[in-house]
């Protein structure tokens, strides 16, 4: 199971938004949650991301969990780099994976570490 399931079962159940997040202390262990509501960027409010009517795990990607594991989230700048290394290419990888799906996707579909301030918008609503 991955993006192109959430997206079968969100549309099965005419959901909002689909919302991707990982946990960096936890090996990027992942879920995809499937949201009943959704607020945009503008509004301010995170908070939609909290009203989910399905969920199911994602992957997770032990390397990434080792690396970020040696120095932490923000313990020296190279702690820094390397974060913003690893999850550079976690939301590239995402958008790698959205892209190769055949059609195109009109729900906005969503990215996040776990406690991450802001969440990334990958579309919005076509």
Known sequence: MGLDHSIKIAIELDSKAIYFKYDLDHNWESAFYICEEYIPLVEGDEDWACNWTDEFRGPSLKQFGEIYEKDG?????????????????????????????????????????????????INEEH
């Open 73 to 121: 989230f923000d313990r020296s700048n190279l702690a820094i780099g390397t974060t913003i290394f690893l999850v550079a290419r976690t939301v590239i990888s995402y958008i790698r994976a959205l892209d190769e799906l055949p059609n195109q996707i009109s729900i906005p579909i969503r990215i996040a570490f776990h406690d991450q301030d802001t969440i990334i918008r």
